[in-house]
């Protein structure tokens, strides 16, 4: 995208994207980024994380949504949403190099979008958002990778309660001992002492996973991880502006207060 290229407001007409096609050892051909690039100054990086394989718009568009979004809400981000060839659980596949959803997303994805940054400003915070499959991708790279990812906003997220894993889960992951490495419960369990430090995850609701959101919110007080809990977004198990408005205000509101200590609770 133009250094000069931007999404206008939510009556500006068709957003300007760009569409960045990759070409990564870890997944089947045809994957590629696609970004929004806000006016002005990039501030942060927010990673889309998808429910679809490919191009799939039967849950709606995402950064459609968000150009439909206050401008206040989109001003200094970059938005990026990647593709995937499977169903995006972004999970390694035990045995197959072309399904390594995890490894294509933070060794292809995240470099190709910080890269286009260029050299001319420091590494700005790279934040993860998304809901059901997204929400649960984003709490376990969190989790798992809390060097990389500043924060996570996620909306009616999957699998925070104790329901069977989704037939497609299984299937990306191989097999039983690959599953249980991306149990998102399991991983914010094994990795809650870097996530302690600060207030870093935000989970709302609620949508169709009321009891997600239920359990997601008493483990993570379980664990004493600091967290923004909020039940103000009702709307339809899809993307929609109506829930990734106050997720991307929550998203703002942890990155301007992240600070250590007993204080940064859930709010």
């Known amino acids: 995208m133009p250094a000069d290229s931007c ?17 990564s050892p870890f997944q089947e051909p045809g994957t590629a980024v696609t970004l929004l690039r806000p006016c002005g100054p990039v501030r942060r990086i927010v990673l ?59 060794q292809v994805v995240v470099p ?44 009616d997220p999957s699998l925070l309660s104790d329901r069977p894993p989704h037939p497609q889960l299984v299937e990306l992951a191989g097999n039983a001992a690959r599953l249980d490495e991306y149990d998102v419960r399991a991983n914010l369990r094994r990795h809650a002492e870097p996530l302690r430090g600060a207030r870093r995850i935000a989970l709302g609701g609620i949508g169709t996973l009321e009891a997600d959101w239920t359990a997601g919110r008493q483990l993570l007080q379980r664990l004493d991880i600091p967290h ?37 609770r859930e709010g």
């Open 48 to 106: 889309v994380l998808p429910v679809e394989k490919h191009n799939g718009t039967k849950y709606g568009s995402a950064l459609e949504e968000i150009s439909r979004l206050p401008a206040s809400l989109r001003d200094g981000t970059l938005f990026a949403a990647p593709t995937f060839s499977a169903s995006p659980w972004l999970v390694n596949h035990s045995s197959r190099a072309d399904q390594q959803q995890e490894d294509h997303f933070t």
């Open 228 to 264: 923004r809990a909020y039940r103000d977004a009702p709307a339809e198990h899809r993307w929609s502006a109506a829930w990734l408005g106050p997720a991307v205000r929550h998203l703002l509101a942890l990155e301007s207060r992240l600070h250590p200590g007993p204080n940064a």
């Open 7 to 23: 999404s206008p407001g939510p009556a500006g007409g068709p957003v300007p994207v760009a569409r960045i096609p990759l070409e």
């Open 112 to 155: 190709t979008v910080l890269a286009t940054l260029g050299d001319e400003q420091p590494r700005p915070p790279v934040d993860l958002l998304g809901y059901s499959k997204g929400g649960f991708a984003a709490l376990n790279l969190i989790a798992r990778h809390p060097g990389v990812f500043t924060a996570a906003s996620v909306w």
